[in-house]
């Protein structure tokens, strides 16, 4: 079993509806999560980050970190054809160096 | 403008050969890291840095080398011990030793894709 499993998609959704996007997890000693979006050849972008339970909101962006059930997740409302690309879930323990396990990324494409 | 430069952004290998990629950056950043990007199964941990003249083996580094003469800068060998070397490449760096803010966290070059061909 992975640390941390993500729903590769792909996932089409008209533009204008609300997206979500989930990862869960094993490791309980997680306590800081983060997505990252990639545009096709491009490297990842840190787009949200939360530490520990609880929501976050970023304009049309809302993360949510659920410990109890080890759920992420990442809420985008009225999708534009710019969010089209592949959100990778990120998450690590608190202390020592930034090692980052990834989830495989879910490919989002929102059409006009 | 900070960042991290990767280059080549393509890289062609024949069977047998070494190949170098190189990672800089201006970010001021002590940690660095190279990532392995494969379809569907994310980003793996090749080698990470913390300090320079030290590097650690991530979960995949079988087949890869480094090295950490600046802090700028840490360069990822691909040798031919690496079976499988067709991947998009990553490299990332951060500051180390903090947990908090945004940005401390990784942030990523623009990948170099290696196809042996």
């Given at each position: 079993q992975k640390e941390v499993e993500q729903d590769?998609?792909?996932?089409?959704?008209?533009?204008?509806?609300?997206?979500?996007?989930?990862?869960t997890y094993s490791n309980s000693a997680f306590q800081y999560f983060m997505w990252y979006r990639q545009y096709s050849r491009k490297g990842p972008?840190?787009?949200?980050?939360?530490?520990?339970?609880?929501?976050?909101?970023?304009?049309?962006?809302?993360?949510?970190?659920?410990?109890?059930?080890k759920y992420i997740s990442l809420f985008i409302r009225d999708?534009?054809?710019s969010d089209s690309a592949t959100y990778l879930c990120a998450m690590r323990v608190s202390g020592g160096y930034n090692k980052l396990i990834f989830g495989a990324g879910t490919r989002l494409a929102v059409h006009p | 403008d900070g960042g991290i430069t990767q280059s080549p952004k393509y890289l062609f290998r024949k069977e047998g050969q070494n190949v170098t990629l190189s990672c800089?950056?201006?970010?001021?950043?002590?940690?660095m890291y190279w990532y392995r990007q494969d379809p569907g199964q994310g980003l793996r941990l090749i080698y990470y840095s913390q300090i320079v003249n030290d590097f650690q083996k991530g979960d995949i580094a079988e087949g890869y080398s480094v090295s950490r003469e600046k802090k700028e800068s840490f360069p990822l060998t691909v040798t031919s011990a690496q079976k499988?070397?067709?991947?998009?490449?990553?490299?990332?760096?951060?500051?180390?030793?903090?947990?908090?803010?945004m940005n401390t966290e990784a942030f990523f070059g623009q990948g170099t894709r290696l196809t042996v061909v």
């Open positions: 590769p998609g792909p996932l089409s959704v008209p533009e204008g509806a609300i997206v979500s996007l989930n990862c972008e840190l787009l949200m980050y939360t530490y520990s339970s609880g929501n976050k909101e970023d304009g049309r962006f809302t993360a949510q970190v659920d410990k109890s059930s999708s534009q054809p | 800089e950056q201006n970010l001021n950043h002590d940690a499988n070397p067709t991947a998009f490449y990553l490299c990332a760096s951060s500051i180390v030793g903090r947990t908090g803010p």
